[in-house]
């Protein structure tokens, strides 16, 4: 089964706040091991980066700013993760930007992916521990030594060793005992993850209702 691990760095937390991605990274795996084939793209986001997201990946202004925007890269990624399962941590975050980003560029979202959150996995093996990326990559013994900063190509490499782990490790395939802590994965379509920038506001009519209805209340606090 082809899967494609993927992580992205952003702006910030909300695209609907005019946070964009900056960096997408896509590891392909094959029956849980990795191909070799990646993809990896710096973005330019067209807007400054502000403090708190350079301090967590380390891009800045200058280095992004002959990158291409996502729209020049779109099909390209597309391209690599079509017919794939993704396999994402804390997908909501990433699907959300992602399908975002798409719905600007006039590209379809990734509605019928499918996808394996190793968030919810991993709350699921390890209840009431810890569970970001790195915490799980002490728990299994995956060497970090080479992240200084966050970034996405390194972090979804991580990621394919983490689940790689998830799912026995590198002894899924010799016959022997799987690990007792395995569970069987949710894999979720990426409609759970569906983030439209289209806001709706009240008409007139609606709003002077709604002001009726305020000055209808005796104690009004709005």
Request: glycine share 6%; charged share 30%; net charge neutral.
């Amino acid at each position: 089964m082809k899967r494609i691990a993927l992580d992205i760095e952003t702006t910030g937390l909300n695209p609907t706040q005019g946070h964009r991605i900056v960096e997408i990274g896509c590891v392909e795996l094959e029956n849980n091991y990795p191909t070799g084939n990646y993809f990896q793209q710096y973005i330019n986001p067209n807007r400054k980066m502000p403090e708190e997201a350079f301090k967590i990946h380390g891009l800045t202004d200058e280095f992004l700013l002959d990158k291409p925007t996502f729209l020049l890269v779109a099909d390209k990624f597309l391209d690599f993760i079509k017919g794939s399962e993704l396999v994402i941590h804390n997908a909501k975050f990433d699907l959300g930007f992602l399908n975002y980003e798409l719905e600007l560029a006039s590209k379809k979202p990734l509605l019928e992916f499918k996808v394996v959150d190793t968030l919810v996995e991993a709350r699921k093996i390890f209840p009431g521990a810890a569970n970001n990326l790195d915490s799980l990559c002490r728990r299994y013994d995956i060497d970090v030594g080479k992240r200084k900063k966050h970034g996405a190509l390194l972090d979804a490499e991580l990621l394919a060793d983490v689940f790689l782990e998830m799912n026995g490790g590198r002894q899924q395939n010799m016959g022997l005992e799987p690990k007792k802590n395995n569970v069987k994965e949710k894999v979720m379509l990426n409609k759970e993850f569906l983030y439209s920038k289209k806001i709706i506001m009240p008409d007139s009519k609606e709003m002077q209702s709604h002001e009726e209805i305020l000055k209808s209340l005796k104690k009004n606090y709005w």
